[in-house]
């Protein structure tokens, strides 16, 4: 008879939820950051040349959006509740950006793709499947948080 004990092994929960959510999260995390590029080459350039500025300031808009979709991950990793409006913002603001070069620029696939990116990026943060896995990671900083007060 054989009587291995086991050591208690790390919780690894967000590794855990991260295998089991893969494809909901790597979907909408590529979907940004494809969106932010096409609107880097096609919407921001083009604000950036009627308005007469240097281009670099449509380089900083774009990682200043990339950089709110990363902090937005991070909190929803952390299961902040600021997490997720911080991701649909970044969504968002890249649908309105590929809108509007849109409303002023003939249609070609080229330039509807960051539309239909973001979109579907939007999509993908509104499925069930993705609500489940940030409510997951909530009740775990709540149970953390609740343990941590008791001792």
Same mark, same amino acid.
């Given at each position: 008879m054989i009587t291995k004990v086991k050591p208690l092994q790390p919780s690894g929960t967000v590794r855990i939820y991260t295998k089991r959510f893969a494809f909901t999260v790597g979907t909408a995390v590529s979907?940004?950051?494809v969106s932010s590029a096409g609107n880097l080459s096609?919407?921001?350039s083009y604000y950036t040349r009627i308005h007469y500025l240097?281009?670099?300031y449509a380089v900083a808009a774009s990682a200043i959006l990339v950089m709110t979709?990363? %902090?937005?991950?991070?909190l929803v990793m952390r299961g902040v509740r600021s997490g997720p409006p911080a991701l649909v913002s970044v969504a968002i603001l890249n649908a309105l950006l590929a809108?509007?070069?849109?409303?002023?620029?003939?249609?070609?696939?080229f330039a509807l793709f960051p539309l239909f990116q973001s979109l579907f990026c939007l999509? %993908?943060?509104n499925t069930r499947n993705?609500?489940?896995?940030?409510s997951m990671l909530r009740v775990k900083?709540?149970?953390?948080?609740r343990a941590h007060a008791k001792t």
């Open positions: 979907m940004s950051l096609h919407s921001l240097p281009s670099a979709m990363c %902090i937005g991950l991070a809108a509007e070069y849109l409303g002023n620029h003939p249609v070609t696939l999509l %993908i943060l993705h609500r489940r896995y940030v900083r709540r149970r953390k948080i």
